[in-house]
């Protein structure tokens, strides 16, 4: 009888793990994975930042002129005082480039290197740098230095792009990638009279996409697995450059790896980069400058449209009204598989220790 209670309960309890799975929503998962200091194929050297942490006004730890390269590198120091002049001294100056990059970040500023600093600090980012471009006074989106946007004189405007015959990834099939980047690329026309098309011309084409190792010439060289994972040029520049030492996944199903890197989310981003925008502080949009490994991010947010908008007015078909809405049930679907997924946990817990209780009485 009690034998057949158990095998009964854990039915029940497979069950309920089975049902309890899809409800958790993508976006919970990037946070417990942003932080990989074990995975060996990883090269980045920002993972050894973690000894920063607790850093503020008058600390010295061995290093951090390290962390100061890094500050350099995105737009929080001046370019002018050369590497070697770096001291591992938390300066005045050094503290003002922390308050700027938790401003520009959407950090709480603290001035200090807390947790949540490092953190975003150490997770993978695009390479364009974040100061360069002005931000918006009353909006978080910013653009590049004098706001540059194409300009053709045809309505609506089509811009062409192509992909490199060369510098390529072998391990996605170039139809995955040709279908990623053109769903890319539609996110955008969808909210802007601008069309993209795909062409062989390569060399003549507006926007060139390709996959570089390290240094590729640009003056701006890759560093391998995760760190920077790609940058882009700003109008009418269109070059479109992704490191190729990342493991691009367009299917997290099939890939693995904790260091996964969501082609589509990047492209997105990048996107926004050969159109106009600079980086954001909301750290929903798109154009915001970090991406957590195995992470999507591709839905466009109010502050990207409002941005690229902007820029190019908007597309006669789209509506605000859908955005928002769709802005507020995403939420509400997030918010509600949570619930969700608290109830069936819940209810697993349960049937865990009812199954105990009977495996007991049993002996
Ligand atoms: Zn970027
Ligand atoms: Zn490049």
């Given at each position: 009888?009690?034998q057949?209670?158990s095998?009964?309960?854990?039915?029940?309890?497979?069950?309920?793990?089975?049902?309890?799975?899809?409800?958790?929503?993508a976006s919970?998962?990037?946070?417990?994975v942003?932080?990989?200091?074990?995975?060996?194929?990883?090269?980045a050297?920002?993972h050894?930042?973690t000894?920063?942490i607790?850093?503020?006004?008058?600390?010295?730890v061995i290093g951090?002129?390290?962390?100061?390269?890094?500050f350099?590198?995105?737009?929080?120091?001046?370019?002018?005082?050369?590497d070697?002049?770096?001291?591992?001294n938390?300066?005045?100056?050094?503290?003002?480039?922390?308050?700027?990059?938790?401003t520009?970040?959407?950090?709480?500023?603290?001035?200090?290197?807390?947790s949540d600093?490092?953190?975003t600090?150490?997770?993978?980012?695009?390479?364009?740098?974040d100061?360069?471009h002005?931000i918006?006074?009353t909006?978080h989106?910013s653009?590049?230095?004098?706001?540059?946007?194409?300009?053709?004189?045809?309505?609506?405007?089509t811009?062409?792009?192509?992909?490199?015959?060369t510098?390529?990834?072998?391990?996605?099939?170039?139809?995955?990638?040709?279908l990623?980047?053109?769903r890319?690329?539609?996110?955008w026309?969808?909210?802007?009279?601008?069309?993209?098309?795909?062409?062989d011309?390569?060399e003549?084409a507006?926007i060139?996409?390709?996959f570089?190792?390290g240094d590729?010439?640009?003056?701006?060289?890759f560093?391998?697995?995760?760190?920077?994972?790609?940058h882009?040029?700003?109008?009418?520049?269109g070059?479109?450059?992704?490191?190729?030492a990342?493991?691009?996944?367009?299917?997290?199903?099939?890939?693995k790896?904790?260091?996964?890197i969501?082609?589509?989310?990047?492209?997105?981003?990048?996107?926004?980069?050969i159109?106009?925008?600079?980086?954001?502080s909301?750290k929903?949009?798109?154009?915001?400058?970090?991406?957590?490994?195995r992470?999507?991010k591709?839905?466009?947010?109010?502050d990207?449209?409002?941005?690229v908008?902007?820029?190019?007015?908007?597309?006669?078909?789209?509506?605000?009204?859908?955005?928002l809405e769709s802005e507020?049930?995403?939420n509400?679907?997030?918010?509600?598989?949570?619930?969700?997924?608290?109830w069936?946990?819940?209810l697993?817990v349960?049937?865990?220790v009812?199954l105990?209780?009977?495996?007991?009485s049993?002996?």
């Amino acid at each position: 009888m009690f034998q057949f209670f158990s095998y009964f309960f854990c039915l029940l309890s497979i069950i309920f793990l089975f049902l309890s799975r899809p409800t958790f929503p993508a976006s919970i998962l990037p946070d417990k994975v942003t932080v990989i200091t074990n995975n060996s194929t990883h090269n980045a050297t920002w993972h050894d930042f973690t000894r920063f942490i607790d850093a503020e006004m008058g600390s010295h730890v061995i290093g951090m002129s390290e962390l100061k390269k890094y500050f350099t590198r995105f737009g929080y120091l001046p370019m002018t005082i050369s590497d070697s002049n770096f001291t591992d001294n938390f300066d005045t100056q050094f503290k003002s480039a922390v308050t700027l990059y938790q401003t520009k970040l959407g950090l709480p500023v603290t001035g200090k290197l807390d947790s949540d600093t490092i953190t975003t600090i150490m997770s993978p980012r695009c390479g364009v740098s974040d100061t360069a471009h002005k931000i918006h006074v009353t909006k978080h989106y910013s653009y590049f230095y004098g706001k540059p946007r194409w300009s053709r004189r045809m309505s609506p405007m089509t811009l062409t792009y192509a992909f490199s015959s060369t510098d390529m990834i072998d391990y996605i099939s170039l139809s995955d990638i040709k279908l990623v980047l053109k769903r890319a690329f539609s996110r955008w026309s969808s909210v802007i009279p601008v069309n993209f098309k795909e062409t062989d011309k390569y060399e003549s084409a507006d926007i060139r996409i390709g996959f570089y190792h390290g240094d590729h010439g640009d003056g701006e060289a890759f560093d391998g697995a995760l760190g920077v994972l790609a940058h882009s040029f700003s109008p009418e520049n269109g070059r479109f450059h992704l490191d190729a030492a990342e493991t691009w996944a367009v299917d997290f199903e099939t890939v693995k790896s904790r260091a996964a890197i969501d082609l589509e989310s990047v492209a997105t981003h990048e996107i926004g980069h050969i159109l106009g925008l600079g980086h954001t502080s909301v750290k929903e949009a798109v154009m915001y400058p970090s991406l957590s490994p195995r992470t999507k991010k591709v839905d466009l947010k109010i502050d990207d449209v409002e941005g690229v908008q902007a820029l190019y007015g908007s597309n006669p078909n789209f509506k605000f009204s859908s955005l928002l809405e769709s802005e507020n049930s995403s939420n509400d679907a997030i918010a509600l598989a949570s619930r969700s997924s608290k109830w069936t946990i819940s209810l697993l817990v349960l049937v865990i220790v009812i199954l105990s209780f009977f495996e007991y009485s049993t002996f």
